[in-house]
T-cell receptor, first 115, second 110 residues
Framework: DSGVTQTPKHLITATGQRVTLRCSPR?????VYWYQQSLDQGLQFLIQ???????AKGNILERFSAQQFPDLHSELNLSSLELGDSALYFC??????????????FGPGTRLLVL | LAKTTQPISMDSYEGQEVNITCSHN???????ITWYQQFPSQGPRFIIQ???TKVTNEVASLFIPADRKSSTLSLPRVSLSDTAVYYC???????????FGTGTRLKVLA
């Protein structure tokens, strides 16, 4: 158990809908990362937050947004869902969120299926 | 363009040593390379991390040559339970972004 929790574990929804994925980082970790894992794209970095502030954006679609709250939990919002958004979404956390010896610990993921 | 490549798959027998290489074309001097293990439908699990020469822990070793354009994860005496996909993760130099390797599917045979 990495100490990172994600809810829900599974999510089934329809095209055009909006969903929210939630992540609670390990106790004391200030940084949260979101990744998408699909069969054809592998593990893709989406976005990083550090202590409530957005730090880096990767391959995140404009239909997707995220935020990190004062209690450090994070939410990833996916809107106008398309079939291609079906994937595993992982959250990771680390203590600092900058170079050096910081390790990302991953949650169990949320499996999203868009029908 | 940052790129991180790994062999697609490898087979090994129980008890053998397995070496998986990750090629990364652009990482800074002090950037750490991290390796993860992933089982189906689970989150990546941390194995080992380092930024130069050799690092060893209770489950693996990590070798990083001087030019840092690659790294090799070494798993000593693999067992059936080591069957999984292994990924390297590196920061994209000069950014706070990260890139995963393409993943290596390791199958350990009895």
């Amino acid at each position: 158990d990495s100490g990172v929790t994600q809810t829900p574990k599974h999510l089934i929804t329809a095209t055009g809908q909006r969903v929210t994925l939630r992540c609670s980082p390990r106790s004391g970790d200030l940084s949260v990362y979101w990744y998408q894992q699909s069969l054809d794209q592998g593990l893709q970095f989406l976005i990083q937050y550090y202590n409530g502030e957005e730090r880096a954006k990767g391959n995140i679609l404009e239909r997707f947004s995220a935020q990190q709250f004062p209690d450090l939990h994070s939410e990833l919002n996916l809107s106008s869902l398309e079939l291609g958004d079906s994937a595993l979404y992982f959250c990771a956390s680390s203590a600092l969120g900058w170079g050096g010896q910081e390790t990302q610990y991953f949650g169990p993921g949320t499996r999203l299926l868009v029908l | 363009l940052a790129k991180t490549t790994q062999p697609i798959s490898m087979d090994s027998y129980e008890g053998q040593e397995v070496n998986i290489t990750c090629s990364h074309n652009n990482i800074a001097t002090n950037d750490y390379i991290t390796w993860y293990q992933q089982f189906p439908s689970q989150g990546p699990r941390f194995i080992i991390q380092g930024y130069k020469t050799k690092v060893t822990n209770e489950v693996a070793s990590l070798f990083i040559p001087a030019d840092r354009k690659s790294s090799t994860l070494s798993l000593p005496r693999v067992s059936l339970s080591d069957t999984a996909v292994y990924y390297c993760l590196v920061p994209i130099s000069g950014t706070y972004k990260y890139i995963f390797g393409t993943g290596t599917r390791l199958k350990v045979l009895a």
